[in-house]
């Protein structure tokens, strides 16, 4: 990686994934994109260490671990402006809403959140707060609930690999799509593999979390897979519903150790 396409990149992933404001990247192209999706557990830390604090600050006041539960999921929706929520209901509305190509792209185009989108929203944000109350509830919580925030965004290298084409020729996901090269794919699902075994780890049993990494991945590839067949490719939104899924997914696993 050059060291211009770095800095780029690493500007591109935080203002993408976050709300903090950065710099504008001097270049936003393919190599860019990237090398941002390469980084997005890393530019995702300052989310990670507010999830952190919202779980130790909670404990110090006495809260419940469900209302520390909804705090977290609360304070992520924020912090990422709800676009990966957003993401899970347009990509749930537009996979359920016809089998024509167009049409599915439109109806996740309109920004409004059809039933099954509702759906997907509750299932998924429900089991979020469950497993955050069972997780945040242990004295290494904190740390784990941190952890767990930066390894969910490892899947985004999965969902922009190559050969992984865009649904549409603008928009998120045709600048990110087939930006990341199948090596780095499998170097940073690893890293998030690591992440999430340590984090299970905290409790005595890290094998779990190596198994939520593994299913999280699984379930990503299923997803890009049925919108490469339905959609012609992936977009923005799925971008967003693989984080929220891999988080989930993480949660329970780690939740259950």
Known sequence: MRAVPLRDGLLLAVGTLTVLRVPAPRRVDRA??????????????????????????????GLPPLVVGLLVVGALALGTRALHWDGLADTA????ASYDRERSLAVMRTGDVGPAG??????????????????????????AVGLLVCASRSTLALTCARGVPAARPDGLGA?????????????????????????????G??????????VAATLVLALVRRCVRRLGGVTGDVLGACVELSFAVLLVAVSST
């Open 205 to 214: 049993a890290p094998w779990p979390g190596l198994a939520g990494a593994l």
């Open 175 to 203: 600048v990110h799509a087939e930006s990341v090269p199948v090596p780095a794919v499998v170097a940073v699902l690893a890293a998030g593999a690591a992440l999430s075994m340590l984090a299970a780890g905290l409790s």
């Open 93 to 96: 509305d537009g996979l359920t």
């Open 32 to 61: 860019t994109a990237g090398v941002a999706m390469t980084l997005a557990a890393v530019a995702v830390l300052p989310l990670a260490l507010v999830t952190a604090g919202v779980v130790l600050l909670g404990d110090l006041a």
């Open 118 to 143: 509702t759906v997907a929203i509750v299932t998924v944000a429900g089991l979020q707060v469950a497993a955050l109350a069972a997780v945040a509830g242990r004295e290494d919580g904190w740390l």
